[in-house]
């Protein structure tokens, strides 16, 4: 397995536009979470999934953010409008619940809003 | 919800020397603490976890033990090499699979 992957791996847009982040989990774990990861807070939980349906979204931070899981293999996480505060790192991971909560994170996607 | 205390939050130590680094969770349900390191511009990796029916575990020059009384649990590192020099994460549970992340200790290791 290629492992977590998820595209694209550098974004930049202008402050306003639609982002859609994706997130291919390894095959057969059944959770799959997104992390924002900023100097300021570290790395963040925005929502879960487990067997594709959303179990936690507390941390998304307010209505612009959303996130589907449509099938067992593919995520996104969307910003609509997005704005420069949403500048970050943003981390998908996966884990597989039998095996214990070991999470493999994904190489990450730079967002830059300008 | 499941706070996730670390510290210290920066470390520098000269190679050779130990490094050790400490969390404090809140939720007395959790039965499982991993650590992450994460090098500059890559992603957070697992180098070692615990599982609350042990109180140490050792993987060559890392060690992690825990204090489930105390609800405390730390990473140890001996003989530090400069390619020890990353951020350190250490993470807890929160309902079994959600995992709560701690604020990262910047770890650097001076040759």
């Known amino acids: 397995d290629a492992g977590v992957i998820q595209s694209p791996r550098h974004e930049v847009t202008e402050m306003g536009q639609e982002v859609t982040l994706r997130c291919k989990p390894i095959?057969?774990?059944?959770?799959l979470f997104w992390y924002r990861q900023t100097m300021m807070r570290g790395l963040e939980l925005l929502i879960y999934?487990?067997?594709?349906?959303?179990?936690?979204d507390s941390g998304m931070p307010e209505d612009r953010f959303s996130a589907k899981m449509p099938n067992a293999s593919f995520s996104t996480l969307k910003i609509q409008p997005s704005e420069p505060r949403d500048s970050a790192v943003y981390f998908c991971?996966?884990?597989?619940?039998?095996?214990?909560?070991?999470?493999?994170f994904g190489q990450g996607t730079r967002l830059t809003v300008v | 919800g499941e706070n996730v205390e670390q510290h210290p939050s920066t470390l520098s130590v000269q190679e050779g020397d130990s490094a050790v680094i400490k969390c404090t969770y809140s939720?007395?349900?959790?039965?499982?603490f991993p650590w992450y390191k994460q090098e500059l511009g890559k992603r957070p990796q697992l180098i070692i976890d615990?599982?609350?029916?042990?109180g140490e575990k050792k993987d060559q020059r890392i060690a992690v033990t825990l204090n489930k009384t105390a609800k405390h649990f730390s990473l140890h590192i001996t003989e530090t090499q400069p390619e020890d020099s990353a951020v350190y994460f250490c993470?807890?549970?929160?309902?079994?699979?959600?995992?709560?992340f701690g604020a990262g200790t910047i770890l650097r290791v001076k040759s």
């Open positions: 095959s057969g774990h059944d959770y």
């Open positions: 991971a996966s884990s597989f619940s039998r095996g214990g909560t070991e999470a493999f």
């Open positions: 993470a807890a549970p929160k309902y079994g699979n959600k995992l709560v």
């Open positions: 999934f487990n067997n594709n349906v959303p179990i936690d």
């Open positions: 615990i599982r609350s029916n042990v």
């Open positions: 939720d007395s349900a959790s039965n499982y």
